[in-house]
């Protein structure tokens, strides 16, 4: 069974800055790739960022690209989301995701195990 359990969410000014963690169990985490998407209220949930099982390629959308950071730490089976100069625009619930391969995907439905999701909220 695998489990995604993600940590790091809060509150914060706009202009600050979060790090968002993800740990992984249950599987060979090194062998697949990981992502990051986010909901808004009344939005549909939207990718953040992708990152290969070897942590070498990395997407970003274009909303968060200069801004956000994604990496991760094999060793220790986490995937991280450095974000900076936050705006009130990345209030949502962020959610980290599993796929069944290791080559990174900007596509939700590519994602195979999800967490339970963080809450951002960025005041103005």
């Known amino acids: 069974q695998v489990q995604l359990i993600e940590s790091g969410g809060g509150l914060v000014q706009a202009g600050g800055s979060l790090r968002l963690s993800c740990a992984a169990s249950?599987?060979?985490?090194?062998?697949?790739?990981m992502g990051w998407f986010r909901q808004a209220p009344g939005k549909e949930r939207e990718i953040v960022a992708s990152?290969?099982?070897?942590?070498?390629?990395?997407r970003y959308a274009d909303s968060v690209k200069g801004r956000s950071t994604i990496s991760r730490d094999n060793g220790k089976n986490t995937m991280f989301l450095q974000m900076n100069s936050l705006e009130p625009e990345d209030t949502a619930i962020y959610y980290c995701?599993?796929?069944?391969?290791?080559?990174?995907?900007?596509?939700?439905?590519?994602?195979?195990?999800w967490g339970q999701g963080t809450q951002v909220t960025v005041s103005s």
């Open positions: 249950g599987r060979i985490f090194s062998s697949y790739a």
């Open positions: 995701a599993s796929r069944g391969a290791p080559y990174v995907s900007m596509t939700p439905k590519e994602y195979r195990y």
């Open positions: 990152i290969s099982g070897t942590g070498i390629t990395t």
